[in-house]
């Protein structure tokens, strides 16, 4: 049994899994960390192995209270991975990134991917059917451009998606023209974003006319339904190919 933990900026993503069989998964704030470790240690004392990927601030002396209990092992950019990585400056590389890559490669074999990430930054990443990471774009995710607006501006209200649904602003159809300034920024941000996604999409679609599209992150289910491409929606996307990445290092180490 292993537990998958994905160190993200402010939130961290975990699951357990058995094999490839998802068993439980938790999210919580990086403060939480040591708490909710003790936690899910003692609701799943089979667990007997840590994989962890981070992009935080949490250093790994962190996890030191576990190394009794369990086996804790850190994806770094050093390690094993199913692709050629071709990125111009390889180290710098998030390993969020480098991980969904991977499990692109692993789940989708001998295809062209294009996996979105849309989180707090929405990241493209672009694997051929060689397995060549070739790179992608990062650019702002839907939070962000409502803290953005709110944050540089005077007078500007701040939006979240749970105001949106408060206001019963979530349906499927989005405002073209906002009539009030509340939905003048809903209509921007999200139509900015759906616009840009779509924009992405067919510029990949000039180059390889066949690909397959991998949407995850935390947007994931509000995004999926107002885009026009088929893709893949799987919000457990990294937790899943990180458990893939540590199975296969382990098979090829």
Known sequence: MLLAVDIGNT????????????LDQFHFNNSDLLNELRFILNK??????IVVASVGNIPKK???????QVKIHFISTNSNFPFKNNYLTPTSLG???MVLASGAVLKYPNQNRLVIDAGTCITYDFIDEKDNYLGGAISPGIRLRFESLHNHTAKLPLLTLETIKAQNSESEKIPFIGN???E?????????????????????????PKFIIILTGGDTEFLAKRLKNTIFANSNFLLESLNQTFQHKIKND
């Open 11 to 22: 939130r961290i993503k975990a699951a357990v899994f058995e094999g490839s069989t998802l």
């Open 44 to 49: 799943y004392k089979n667990a007997s192995k």
């Open 62 to 68: 962190a996890f030191l209270e576990f190394e009794n």
């Open 95 to 97: 390993i969020d990134r």
């Open 180 to 182: 009030s300034t509340f």
């Open 184 to 208: 003048a920024i809903y209509s921007g941000v999200i139509n900015g974003v759906i616009n840009e996604i779509e924009g992405f999409i067919s510029q990949y679609e000039a180059v390889y």
